[in-house]
Protein backbone atom coordinates (compact mmCIF):
# COMPACT_ATOMS: atom_id res chain seq x y z
CA UNK A 1 0.00 0.00 0.00
CA UNK A 2 2.59 2.50 0.37
CA UNK A 3 4.51 1.18 -3.08
CA UNK A 4 1.00 2.39 -4.40
CA UNK A 5 0.59 5.76 -2.33
CA UNK A 6 4.13 6.67 -2.70
CA UNK A 7 3.78 5.85 -6.98
CA UNK A 8 0.41 7.89 -6.93
CA UNK A 9 1.89 10.87 -5.29
CA UNK A 10 5.31 10.85 -7.45
CA UNK A 11 2.59 10.91 -10.59
CA UNK A 12 0.23 13.58 -9.79
CA UNK A 13 3.31 15.83 -9.08
CA UNK A 14 4.97 14.54 -12.56
CA UNK A 15 1.34 15.81 -14.16
CA UNK A 16 1.57 19.22 -12.03
CA UNK A 17 5.02 20.03 -13.60
CA UNK A 18 2.70 20.07 -17.34
CA UNK A 19 0.07 21.97 -16.02
CA UNK A 20 -0.94 25.20 -18.26
CA UNK A 21 -3.71 25.82 -15.99
CA UNK A 22 -5.18 24.58 -12.41
CA UNK A 23 -8.30 25.04 -11.30
CA UNK A 24 -11.23 24.28 -8.54
CA UNK A 25 -15.49 24.58 -9.07
CA UNK A 26 -17.77 24.62 -7.71
CA UNK A 27 -21.78 25.47 -8.22
CA UNK A 28 -25.00 23.69 -9.09
CA UNK A 29 -25.74 20.22 -10.67
CA UNK A 30 -28.94 19.84 -12.21
CA UNK A 31 -29.42 15.89 -12.99
CA UNK A 32 -31.99 14.17 -14.34
CA UNK A 33 -33.34 10.78 -14.39
CA UNK A 34 -36.25 8.33 -15.57
CA UNK A 35 -35.90 5.35 -13.36
CA UNK A 36 -38.47 2.71 -14.33
CA UNK A 37 -38.07 1.15 -11.05
CA UNK A 38 -38.58 3.66 -8.59
CA UNK A 39 -41.58 4.89 -11.14
CA UNK A 40 -42.86 1.51 -10.62
CA UNK A 41 -42.58 1.85 -6.66
CA UNK A 42 -44.34 5.62 -6.02
CA UNK A 43 -46.90 4.41 -8.53
CA UNK A 44 -48.04 1.28 -6.61
CA UNK A 45 -48.10 3.86 -3.79
CA UNK A 46 -50.51 6.26 -4.91
CA UNK A 47 -52.04 3.56 -6.94
CA UNK A 48 -53.27 1.57 -3.30
CA UNK A 49 -53.80 4.63 -1.65
CA UNK A 50 -57.04 5.84 -2.62
CA UNK A 51 -57.54 8.53 -0.15
CA UNK A 52 -54.68 10.55 -1.19
CA UNK A 53 -55.63 14.38 -1.67
CA UNK A 54 -51.84 15.03 -3.05
CA UNK A 55 -50.46 11.97 -4.40
CA UNK A 56 -46.78 11.63 -4.63
CA UNK A 57 -44.08 12.78 -7.36
CA UNK A 58 -42.41 10.44 -9.67
CA UNK A 59 -38.37 11.21 -9.25
CA UNK A 60 -36.99 12.86 -12.16
CA UNK A 61 -35.13 16.07 -10.52
CA UNK A 62 -31.78 14.72 -8.92
CA UNK A 63 -30.13 17.68 -8.48
CA UNK A 64 -27.45 19.31 -6.14
CA UNK A 65 -23.87 20.88 -5.54
CA UNK A 66 -20.94 20.17 -8.28
CA UNK A 67 -17.26 20.34 -7.28
CA UNK A 68 -14.34 20.06 -9.59
CA UNK A 69 -10.92 19.92 -9.37
CA UNK A 70 -8.39 19.84 -12.30
CA UNK A 71 -5.59 20.56 -14.85
CA UNK A 72 -4.40 21.58 -18.47
CA UNK A 73 -1.32 20.98 -19.74
CA UNK A 74 -0.26 23.29 -22.84
CA UNK A 75 -0.90 20.31 -25.34
CA UNK A 76 -4.97 20.52 -24.01
CA UNK A 77 -4.72 17.41 -22.18
CA UNK A 78 -7.59 17.73 -19.07
CA UNK A 79 -7.18 15.37 -15.72
CA UNK A 80 -10.05 16.17 -13.52
CA UNK A 81 -11.84 15.16 -10.03
CA UNK A 82 -15.15 15.70 -9.40
CA UNK A 83 -18.12 15.36 -7.07
CA UNK A 84 -21.85 15.27 -8.14
CA UNK A 85 -24.84 15.68 -5.52
CA UNK A 86 -27.92 13.64 -6.59
CA UNK A 87 -30.69 14.12 -4.31
CA UNK A 88 -34.67 14.41 -4.16
CA UNK A 89 -37.17 13.81 -2.09
CA UNK A 90 -41.16 13.36 -2.78
CA UNK A 91 -44.34 13.61 -0.58
CA UNK A 92 -47.59 12.42 -0.65
CA UNK A 93 -50.55 13.64 1.63
CA UNK A 94 -53.79 12.14 2.46
CA UNK A 95 -56.24 11.67 5.41
CA UNK A 96 -56.79 7.77 5.85
CA UNK A 97 -60.31 6.56 7.63
CA UNK A 98 -60.98 7.88 10.79
CA UNK A 99 -57.44 10.04 11.26
CA UNK A 100 -55.81 13.20 10.93
CA UNK A 101 -54.04 14.01 7.68
CA UNK A 102 -51.07 12.42 7.32
CA UNK A 103 -47.43 12.58 5.08
CA UNK A 104 -45.27 10.04 3.28
CA UNK A 105 -41.32 11.00 2.56
CA UNK A 106 -39.25 9.38 -0.07
CA UNK A 107 -35.83 10.50 -0.10
CA UNK A 108 -33.18 9.72 -3.05
CA UNK A 109 -29.48 10.27 -2.96
CA UNK A 110 -27.08 9.08 -5.53
CA UNK A 111 -24.17 11.20 -5.18
CA UNK A 112 -20.99 10.22 -6.94
CA UNK A 113 -17.45 10.87 -6.88
CA UNK A 114 -15.24 10.95 -10.42
CA UNK A 115 -11.85 10.95 -12.21
CA UNK A 116 -11.50 11.75 -15.85
CA UNK A 117 -9.13 12.49 -18.65
CA UNK A 118 -10.42 14.56 -21.58
CA UNK A 119 -9.28 17.84 -23.75
CA UNK A 120 -9.84 21.35 -23.72
CA UNK A 121 -8.87 23.99 -25.51
CA UNK A 122 -5.25 25.17 -24.13
CA UNK A 123 -5.42 28.85 -24.69
CA UNK A 124 -7.82 31.54 -24.65
CA UNK A 125 -10.88 32.52 -22.71
CA UNK A 126 -13.41 30.62 -24.46
CA UNK A 127 -12.31 27.18 -24.04
CA UNK A 128 -14.62 24.07 -25.40
CA UNK A 129 -13.70 20.10 -24.43
CA UNK A 130 -14.61 16.68 -24.03
CA UNK A 131 -13.73 14.66 -21.00
CA UNK A 132 -14.73 10.55 -19.43
CA UNK A 133 -14.60 9.78 -16.08
CA UNK A 134 -15.14 6.53 -13.67
CA UNK A 135 -17.40 7.15 -11.23
CA UNK A 136 -18.15 5.49 -7.91
CA UNK A 137 -20.87 6.18 -5.40
CA UNK A 138 -23.95 4.75 -3.87
CA UNK A 139 -27.43 4.91 -4.26
CA UNK A 140 -29.49 5.17 -1.37
CA UNK A 141 -33.46 5.26 -0.27
CA UNK A 142 -35.09 6.67 2.88
CA UNK A 143 -38.66 7.08 4.27
CA UNK A 144 -40.82 8.57 7.25
CA UNK A 145 -44.41 8.87 7.85
CA UNK A 146 -46.25 10.95 10.11
CA UNK A 147 -48.89 13.35 10.88
CA UNK A 148 -48.29 16.13 8.46
CA UNK A 149 -47.66 19.09 10.58
CA UNK A 150 -45.17 16.85 12.57
CA UNK A 151 -43.29 14.76 10.06
CA UNK A 152 -40.76 17.37 9.06
CA UNK A 153 -39.14 16.71 12.92
CA UNK A 154 -38.77 12.85 12.32
CA UNK A 155 -35.78 11.45 11.40
CA UNK A 156 -35.73 8.94 7.79
CA UNK A 157 -35.19 5.37 7.98
CA UNK A 158 -32.45 4.42 5.21
CA UNK A 159 -34.06 1.74 3.35
CA UNK A 160 -31.59 0.68 0.57
CA UNK A 161 -27.78 1.22 0.42
CA UNK A 162 -26.10 -0.37 -2.83
CA UNK A 163 -22.41 1.02 -4.04
CA UNK A 164 -22.50 1.61 -7.98
CA UNK A 165 -20.02 2.18 -10.84
CA UNK A 166 -20.71 4.16 -13.55
CA UNK A 167 -19.22 6.84 -16.40
CA UNK A 168 -19.46 10.05 -17.40
CA UNK A 169 -19.35 11.63 -20.97
CA UNK A 170 -19.21 15.14 -20.64
CA UNK A 171 -18.22 18.56 -21.94
CA UNK A 172 -16.48 20.74 -20.92
CA UNK A 173 -16.57 24.47 -22.05
CA UNK A 174 -14.50 26.85 -19.75
CA UNK A 175 -15.73 30.83 -20.13
CA UNK A 176 -12.75 32.84 -18.67
CA UNK A 177 -13.41 36.27 -18.05
CA UNK A 178 -9.94 38.57 -17.01
CA UNK A 179 -7.35 38.96 -19.13
CA UNK A 180 -4.88 36.67 -16.54
CA UNK A 181 -7.69 33.79 -16.96
CA UNK A 182 -7.80 33.00 -13.39
CA UNK A 183 -11.78 33.21 -12.75
CA UNK A 184 -14.90 32.44 -15.10
CA UNK A 185 -17.20 29.83 -15.48
CA UNK A 186 -17.30 25.99 -16.11
CA UNK A 187 -20.38 24.24 -17.69
CA UNK A 188 -20.17 20.59 -18.31
CA UNK A 189 -23.25 19.01 -19.81
CA UNK A 190 -23.14 15.14 -19.35
CA UNK A 191 -24.93 12.05 -19.64
CA UNK A 192 -24.07 9.12 -16.06
CA UNK A 193 -24.38 5.40 -17.36
CA UNK A 194 -24.33 3.14 -14.05
CA UNK A 195 -22.88 -0.35 -15.19
CA UNK A 196 -24.53 -2.30 -12.48
CA UNK A 197 -28.68 -1.98 -11.57
CA UNK A 198 -30.47 -1.28 -8.60
CA UNK A 199 -32.90 -3.49 -6.99
CA UNK A 200 -35.95 -0.95 -5.21
CA UNK A 201 -37.75 -3.99 -4.04
CA UNK A 202 -36.51 -3.29 -0.25
CA UNK A 203 -38.14 0.40 -0.70
CA UNK A 204 -41.52 -1.26 -2.30
CA UNK A 205 -41.90 -3.59 0.81
CA UNK A 206 -40.88 -0.98 3.54
CA UNK A 207 -43.84 1.63 2.18
CA UNK A 208 -46.28 -1.11 0.29
CA UNK A 209 -46.39 -4.06 2.44
CA UNK A 210 -49.41 -5.03 1.60
CA UNK A 211 -48.70 -5.45 -2.05
CA UNK A 212 -45.20 -5.75 -2.26
CA UNK A 213 -45.24 -9.87 -2.23
CA UNK A 214 -47.61 -9.85 -5.45
CA UNK A 215 -45.35 -7.59 -7.59
CA UNK A 216 -43.04 -8.26 -10.18
CA UNK A 217 -39.63 -8.30 -8.96
CA UNK A 218 -37.94 -7.60 -12.44
CA UNK A 219 -39.85 -4.72 -12.35
CA UNK A 220 -38.20 -3.44 -8.95
CA UNK A 221 -34.90 -3.70 -11.13
CA UNK A 222 -32.75 -1.27 -13.14
CA UNK A 223 -30.22 1.31 -13.69
CA UNK A 224 -30.52 5.12 -12.28
CA UNK A 225 -28.87 6.34 -15.62
CA UNK A 226 -29.16 10.27 -15.79
CA UNK A 227 -28.18 13.36 -17.54
CA UNK A 228 -27.78 17.03 -16.89
CA UNK A 229 -25.76 19.88 -16.71
CA UNK A 230 -23.44 21.43 -13.76
CA UNK A 231 -22.99 25.33 -13.66
CA UNK A 232 -20.31 26.15 -12.01
CA UNK A 233 -18.03 29.27 -10.62
CA UNK A 234 -14.00 28.15 -11.61
CA UNK A 235 -10.98 29.59 -9.87
CA UNK A 236 -7.70 29.08 -11.61
CA UNK A 237 -3.78 29.71 -11.37
CA UNK A 238 -0.97 29.05 -13.56
Excluded at 182 to 201: A, E, R, V
Excluded at 225 to 230: A, S
Amino acid sequence: MKVIGLTTCLLLLSLLSFAQLLYLSAGSNLSFTNCAPLDFVVQRYNDTRTYLSDPMDEFDNISGVGITAGMLTEDGLLFEMRWAGRNQVVSAQGIPAGETLQERDLKLRANSYGIGIGYAMPKGNFRPGLDASIDFGAVKTYTRTGQASEVSGTGYDEITNEINIGATMAGNIFILFNKDQTWGILLKPYYQYYFSKNDFSELNAAINPNTAIDDDPEAQVGKLNNYGVMILLVLGGK
